[in-house]
């Protein structure tokens, strides 16, 4: 098997696309801070607890 980096975009959608085949699926501004954990842009702890904050329930 060969050890190759994908680029941010390509991981992200493949990571999407593992999600649909499960009938799982990510809302855009999901998909969007993982595109920026995966470019580095943005800290995964941050991104979790903001996707966290926004869609929790009342």
Do not use: C, F, T, W
């Amino acid at each position: 098997m060969l050890n190759v980096q994908l680029p941010p975009y390509e991981q992200v959608r493949q990571a999407a696309a593992s999600l649909a085949i499960e009938n799982m699926y990510a809302h855009n501004d999901v998909i969007e801070k993982a595109l920026q954990i995966a470019e580095g842009k943005a800290d995964v702890e941050e991104v979790i607890k903001e996707l966290v904050k926004k869609h929790e329930r009342p």
